[in-house]
C-alpha cells in the first residue's frame, strides 16, 4: 500500500473469502451467549444498585445543582403562571370527568408532589389532561347510573351520594391505572418508547391538540354533549355540537371570542417583545380574573344564563382505599388511560428534553406516573398526565426545573385551602376560551408536513397517518394504530429495494450503476448485480424477479429446454439419426426432425429441474452450435457477480430461496459470485444454516466486486469456451476439462487461492 | 488496472464523492414519479388485456396442455378417494356451522365447480374447512334462537322452520365473505400474501391442526359442546370436554380408537410401500363403509345409543338470495372468515406450489375463492376454503390438477343424488377419528421448530409467535398477531446492529474487524466505525452509543468543557494572569487558580454547545498543554470514519440524529468521513434534505474507507498538529492557518479532488 499523496496504488492478491480466510486467519473470539448477556443483566455490584437507586430518585442528581440566582426567578414567574392554569384547568377538565370542579384542583396538586421527586423531564407540567379526563368520565358515566337500582348500585354503600360515587369511580380508576404505570416501569417497558419517532409524535399530539379542542367547545357553547367514547367518537362530538348549536348560548359565546382575541393578541405581544418584557404578561391570569370579577358584579349566571363553576370544596379530604368491585371492571379502561397518559406525558417530555438538550428515561418517567397516579387516587384526584398547553405556559414563562411545577402546586393549594370561593363566579366559557388559544403551537405542527413530504415521504406518511389514527380512532387505538403503521414503513422500505446493474469506472477498481456514466466497461459475459437492502420473506421474489429482468432471461426455463434437448440428442444417437465427430454432434440421416410424442414417454423418468445429466453422452454438448431441430435459447452471460454489501442480514425464506436462484444459475453453467458479504454476520451464519453443498461452495464469496470480476476474468481470458463446459461446476472436472481441451496449464484463480497464494505487497 | 493473473492491481487518485463527481460526471437521467408508476399501472394494451384476461381463467392455460396419458388415470383415483372424503368431511363440518348435515355435501360440491376453471392451484381440495364453518356456525347460534319472540325473529318470514332460518344465515354469511374476498381480490390486496413467510405459514397451520383436532373430539367421545368462539375457546372447548369426559359414549370411543389404528396403520404401509403400491389403498372409505355396514348390522345407534349421520336431503334446491338483515349485522363475520379462509387456502395452496414449484397468484385466489364462495352461498351452501387434511389426500393420491378436484366434486354429487341414504347408519365417531387421523403430517411440523432455532433465532420465534397465537387467540386474530409478530422482527433483527471498528490489513486496502486479526494496523488517531444495518428512528440513539463507545469520549462533554476553558483563558487574560507568548499561553501570576464562581456569570452569553468562539484569542489554544488550573480530557482520535456500505436507508430521526451526532464531533475539531454510502439513494437523499450547511459538507463523503484513510493519512502525516487547529474546519480557513503555521504549501486532497485532480489510469 502507497498512501502517497492523493494516489490510490495498491497491489495484492485478488481474494477469494476463502483465499484471504486461509492467509489471514481470524483470530478464535468468546462470543456472548444470550446466557451470558441475561447473566450481565442480573449482575449485581456496588455502583450499579448505586446507579439505579440514583435513577430512582432524579431529583438527587439535579437539586444539589440548582442554581438560586440563575433559575429561582424564573421557576417562580412560571410557577405561580402554571399554577393558576392549573388551577383554571383543573377545574375545566373535573367537569370531563364528571365530578364536581373542585375535584380537579385535587388532580392539579397531588401527582405534582410525587412527580417532583420521581420525574426525569424538568418541563412537563403533571396534572390533568383533557383527552384522559374523559376517558376516566366515560368509566364513570358507566359505573355510576341515575338509576339506583342499577346493576353497579349493589358496589357502593347505600347511603352514599351520588357525587360520592362518581369521585369514588374516579380515584379507583385513577389507582389502578397508576399500578398498571408502575408495573410496566419495573418491568422497563419504558423502551416502547424509542418507537416513537418524531413524526409519528408530531402527528399525534396535532391529533391530541384537536381532541382536546373539540372537548373544550361544549363550554364555549355552553352546550350538554353526551360522553361520547371509542373510534370517531370526536365526529360524533362534532356532529352533535352542529346540530345542536341554534341551543347555544350568545352570552357565552360572546365571551369566549373576547376572551380568545384578547389572549391572543397579547401571546403574539409576548411573543413578539420576548427580549424587552422582563416577564410575559399573565394574560390568561388577568382575564380570569376580570372575567370573575364582571360576572359577579353583573350577575351574569342570572341575567344570562351563563354556566359558572360554582362553590368550591375547601380544604383536603382523607385519603379512599380504592373500590376493589370497581377495580375489577375498569381493567381495560384503567390500562387505556395508563398507555396514552405516559404517551402524552412522554411525547411532551421528549419535545422538551431534546429542545433542552436533557436525558429522560421512559422507564422512570413510568415509575413517576404511576406512583403519582396512585398517590393522586388515594387522595380522591383523578388520572394524571400532562396538558400540552400548560406544559407550554411553564417552559415559555421561564421555567427551567420542577421547583415550577411545586409552586405551581402551592398556588392550587392556596386556591383549595383559602381563595376557592372567589373563583365562584367564574364562567366556564372562559375556562374553555383559554384553553383553546394554549392549543395554537401544537397546531402549528401542521406546517411540517410540507417540508416533511420533500424530506421523506415514509415519515410523511407517518405522521400523516398518526394525526388521523389518533384523531378518527381516538388516542388509544390511534396510538397503537400509529406504532404500528410506523413499524410497517421500515419493511416497506426494505421491501423494494432499487436494484442495479453495475459496471466499471474505467481504470480503476470502482463499480457504478452503470445507467449513471458514459465510459463504463461492462466486462463480456459478466452481470454485476447490485441488492441494496436487507433480503427476507418480503422481497426475495422481488430480488429473484430483479435479477432475472437484469441477467435477461430466466435459468429455469434454460435449465428445462437444455434437458429436453439431452433427452433428444440421446435419443437420436441411439437412433442413429446423431454422430459424435471431433466437430461436435453431426446429424447422419437428411434433416429428419426428431418427434416431439416421442420424447413425452421418458418426461416421468428424470427430474427437469435437475442438473443436465452427460455422463452417458460421448462428447460435451455445445448450446451453441446444437444440431439442426434442437432449439435452447442462447446465453450470453457466464458470470453473475452478486454486490451484498449492503445486505445486513438474510431470514430463512431468504436463504432458501437464494439457494434455489443459485442452482439454477448452476445448473446453466453460469457462475455466481457474491462480493462484500459481511462475513461475520452473513457468510459464518450461511455455513451455520447448511446453505453450502457440491454444488454451491464457500468459493463463490469475494472480498469486493473487484476481485471477483478479476478472477472471472482470469478464468474467461484465456479458456473462452469455458462456459459451456460439461457438467456441474466443480473444479476437479472442470480442471481436468480445462487439461483435456486445451492441452496446457492453466492458473485457476480459487485454486490458488486456497492453498499457496503469495504474500504480495508493494 | 491490471486484470493479471490472480494479482490485484490499481493505481488511481483517491476520491472523495465529490472529486469522483467531478470528474466521472454522471448521466442525467429521468427517474420515474408516483405520477408515473401509477399511469403505467392503468396503461392499456392488447397484450396486457390479454394477458389480464388469460389470469383471469387460469385454465385456460393449463387445461389445453392438459397430458391424458399421464395424468388422467392419477386424477381419477385421486378424485375418487378426495370425493369420498369430502363427502365425509361435508357431512362432519355441517355439524360445527348448526345445519342439517346435508348440507355439507353442498358446500362440498358448489365451490369446487368455480375454482375448477379460476382457480390457480392444482392441488388443494376448495370445500369445507373446520374453523370457517365454526366461525359461521357462530353466527347462525347468534342469529337464530329457540326462542321465537327474539329480537332477530323479524328478519326471518314467520312460517320458516328452525332449520332453514340456520341454513339461511350460513348461506348469506358465505355469500358476504365472498363478496369480501372478491372485491379484496380487484383491489390486488392478495399481496399481503408476501408478508406470510415460511415459519409463519408452518406455525399458523400447526395451530389450525390443533384448532381441527380439537373440534373433532366432541364426535370421538359423543358430547355436546357449546359453541365457543374468540380468544381461548381452544382452552374452554377442552375444558368442557374434560369436564365432561364421564358422559362420553365408550362405544364412540372404541369405534373411533379403532378406526384411527388401522387408518394409521395402513397409511404408515402406503408410505412405506408407496413405490411398490400402484395406488395407495383407499383405508379411509373402506374403513367407513364397513364401519357402515357394521352400524347398520348391529343397529348401533339403538344398541349403544351411537350418534349416527341420520337421513340426508336428496337433490338440489333452487338458488336463495342473501338476506340483506343478515348481511348488515355479520359484516365483521363474514370479514374475518373471508380472511382466515384466503389464508388457509393460500397457505396450504403455496405449500403444495413450493413443492411441485408452480406460480400460484394470490390475488386470483381471492377472486376464485370470492366467486366460489358467492356460489355457494347463493345455493345454500356454507363459507368454502380447503381442509388441510382432504387437500392433503388429494396430492398424495396423486391428484395432478383440478381435473382430481372435478372429479371428487362428482362423486359428491353422485352421493347427493343417489346414494345419499346409504350413510344414514354411519357414526359421526367415524367421520371424527378420520378428520384426527389425517392431521398427522400437518402436526409434524412440529418438528422443524429444532433446525430453525439453530438456523435463524427470529425465524424461530416467529413460528412459535404464530402457534401460539392462533391457538389461543383464534385462527382469525392470531394471524393479525402473527404477521403483526413477523413484521416486528424485521425492525428488531435491524434495531441492534453489531457494529465494530475496523483496521487495516496489512499491505491491502482492505479492512476488518480489529478484533478478528492479530497483524492489523489501526492508523494513530484514526477510528473507523462500521454500523452493519439502515439507520431509523429506532436505533439511532443506539448508533450514538455505541459510536460513542468505540470513540471513548462524548463528544458533547468535551465540547462543553473546552467552551469553559475558554471562558476561563479569556478571563484569566483580561486578568492579566496569562499572557500570549510564542510557546502558548504561560501563567504570569504565581500559580492563581481561577475562580470557578466567576465563571456562572457569564453562562448565559453564550450557548455552552456551540463550536468554541476563538475570534477573541491572540493565540490558538494548543488542548494538550493547558495553563495550569484549566483541564480538558485529551483526546487522542483525530479522524474518524464510518463505514456506511451497509446502511440502506436513513429516516428524519436518523438524518436528524446524525447531523447533531457529526456536528458535536467537528466542533471538538475531529473530522469526520463517511466512506462507501450508496450515492443514489443517501447521497442525493441527503443533499435534497438540506443535511448539508457550513460545517458539514458533502466533501466528508468518500468512495471506499481506503480512499478516506488515504486522506486522512495525507493530511495528518506532515502536519501532525492539525487536528488542534483553530476554529471551525472548513476549508479556507483551515488552509490559512496550515499556510501560516508551516509555511509551506501542503497538498491537499480533498482539495484537489473538486478542483484538478489528474486521470490516473495505471
Not at 402551592?410 to 383559554?434: D, E, H, R
Request: charged share 20%.
Amino acid at each position: 500500500m502507497h498512501p502517497g499523496k492523493q494516489q490510490y496504488v495498491v497491489a495484492r492478491a485478488a481474494y477469494s473469502e476463502v483465499g484471504f480466510k486461509a492467509q489471514h486467519q481470524p483470530v478464535e473470539r468468546y462470543h456472548k451467549t444470550a446466557l451470558d448477556h441475561v447473566r450481565m443483566y442480573f449482575r449485581c455490584s456496588t455502583s450499579r444498585v448505586k446507579r439505579i437507586l440514583l435513577s430512582l430518585f432524579p431529583i438527587v442528581s439535579w437539586l444539589p445543582t440548582y442554581s438560586l440566582k440563575e433559575w429561582l426567578v424564573s421557576d417562580i414567574v412560571s410557577g405561580v403562571s402554571t399554577g393558576l392554569v392549573c388551577v383554571l384547568q383543573g377545574l375545566a377538565y373535573a367537569l370531563l370527568v364528571s365530578v364536581p370542579a373542585g375535584y380537579g384542583l385535587y388532580a392539579a396538586f397531588f401527582p405534582i408532589l410525587t412527580y417532583f421527586f420521581l420525574g426525569t423531564s424538568r418541563h412537563i407540567s403533571v396534572g390533568p389532561f383533557p383527552v384522559v379526563s374523559l376517558m376516566v368520565g366515560t368509566v364513570v358515566e358507566r359505573m355510576v347510573t341515575d338509576d339506583s337500582a342499577g346493576a353497579n348500585s349493589t358496589i357502593f354503600p347505600a347511603d352514599m351520594s351520588k357525587e360520592e360515587r362518581q369521585v369514588w369511580v374516579a380515584a379507583s380508576v385513577t389507582f389502578l391505572s397508576g399500578i398498571v404505570q408502575l408495573a410496566l416501569g419495573f418491568l422497563q417497558v419504558g423502551f416502547i418508547v424509542i418507537y416513537l419517532s418524531d413524526p409519528m409524535i408530531s402527528g399525534f399530539t396535532t391529533a391530541a391538540a384537536i381532541h382536546v379542542l373539540v372537548s373544550q367547545l361544549k363550554f364555549v357553547f355552553q352546550l350538554t354533549v353526551p360522553g361520547f367514547s371509542g373510534p370517531l367518537a370526536l365526529i360524533y362530538t362534532l356532529k352533535h355540537i352542529f346540530t345542536h348549536i341554534t341551543e347555544s348560548n350568545v352570552a357565552d359565546i360572546v365571551i369566549s371570542l373576547i376572551i380568545m382575541s384578547v389572549v391572543f393578541v397579547f401571546k403574539e405581544i409576548n411573543d413578539r417583545f420576548k427580549s424587552k418584557l422582563p416577564v410575559p404578561i399573565p394574560i390568561e391570569v388577568i382575564m380570569t380574573i376580570i372575567a370573575t370579577g364582571v360576572s359577579y358584579a353583573f350577575n351574569f349566571e342570572e341575567t344570562y344564563s351563563v354556566d359558572i363553576v360554582g362553590s368550591l370544596p375547601k380544604g383536603y379530604q382523607t385519603p379512599l382505599p380504592p373500590n376493589t368491585a370497581v377495580l375489577q371492571q375498569s381493567f381495560g379502561d384503567a390500562f387505556s388511560v395508563a398507555i396514552v397518559g405516559f404517551a402524552v406525558a412522554f411525547s411532551v417530555a421528549k419535545v422538551y428534553s431534546i429542545k433542552h438538550d436533557y436525558v429522560i428515561d421512559g422507564n422512570q418517567e413510568l415509575v413517576a406516573l404511576g406512583i403519582s397516579n396512585m398517590f393522586c387516587g388515594a387522595f380522591r384526584g383523578f388520572a394524571a398526565s400532562t396538558a400540552l398547553s400548560r406544559t407550554a405556559i411553564q417552559e415559555s414563562t421561564g421555567g427551567k426545573t420542577q421547583v415550577a411545577g411545586l409552586l405551581s402546586a402551592v398556588i392550587v393549594m392556596i386556591v383549595t385551602l383559602a381563595i376557592g370561593f372567589l373563583l365562584a363566579p367564574l364562567p366556564k366559557s372562559v375556562l374553555g376560551a383559554i384553553v383553546i388559544i394554549n392549543l395554537k403551537g401544537m397546531l402549528m405542527q401542521f406546517r411540517e408536513i410540507g417540508p416533511l413530504w420533500k424530506k421523506d415521504k415514509y415519515d410523511c406518511l407517518v405522521w400523516v397517518i398518526a394525526f388521523i389514527a389518533a384523531v378518527l380512532l381516538g388516542l388509544d387505538i390511534g396510538l397503537g394504530a400509529a406504532i404500528g403503521f410506523e413499524l410497517l414503513t421500515i419493511v416497506f422500505r426494505t421491501q423494494f429495494p432499487q436494484c442495479s446493474v453495475l459496471a466499471n469506472i474505467n481504470g480503476t477498481d470502482l463499480y457504478r450503476n452503470r445507467k449513471d456514466h458514459v465510459n463504463i466497461y461492462e466486462p463480456e459475459g459478466v452481470k454485476i448485480f447490485r441488492c441494496p437492502s436487507p433480503i427476507f420473506f418480503a422481497n426475495i421474489d422481488f430480488f429473484r424477479t430483479k435479477l432475472t429482468e437484469a441477467i435477461g432471461f430466466n435459468p429455469l426455463r434454460i435449465l428445462r429446454k437444455r434437458n429436453k434437448a439431452i433427452r433428444k440428442i440421446k435419443k437420436m444417437l441411439q437412433k442413429g439419426e446423431l454422430m459424435a465427430t471431433t466437430k461436435g454432434y453431426v446429424e447422419t440421416a437428411d434433416g429428419h426432425r426428431p418427434n416431439d410424442s416421442d420424447n413425452e414417454n421418458d418426461k416421468n423418468e428424470e427430474d427437469p429441474d435437475a442438473a443436465p445429466d452427460t455422463r452417458e453422452l460421448p462428447l460435451r454438448v455445445d448450446w451453441r452450435s446444437l444440431p439442426a431441430g434442437i432449439h435452447v435459447p442462447g446465453v450470453d452471460t457466464h458470470s453473475i457477480v452478486l454486490d451484498f454489501a449492503a445486505v445486513s442480514f438474510l431470514d430463512v425464506s431468504a436463504m432458501k430461496g437464494l439457494k434455489s436462484i443459485l442452482k439454477e444459475f448452476v445448473r446453466i453453467e453460469i457462475d455466481v459470485y457474491i462480493a462484500a458479504c459481511d462475513v461475520s454476520l452473513l457468510l459464518e451464519k450461511l455455513e451455520r444454516c447448511g446453505f453450502f453443498d457440491e454444488e454451491i461452495t464457500p468459493e463463490i464469496f469475494f472480498l469486493t466486486i473487484h476481485d471477483a470480476v478479476l478472477c472471472i476474468l482470469d478464468r474467461h481470458d484465456s479458456i473462452h469456451t469455458l462456459s459451456v463446459s460439461n457438467g456441474k461446476v466443480t473444479e476437479d472436472k472442470e480442471k481436468l476439462q480445462v487439461e483435456e481441451e486445451l492441452g496446457r496449464e492453466t492458473a485457476r484463480c480459487s485454486q490458488t487461492h486456497s492453498s499457496e497464494s503469495p504474500g504480495t505487497e508493494a
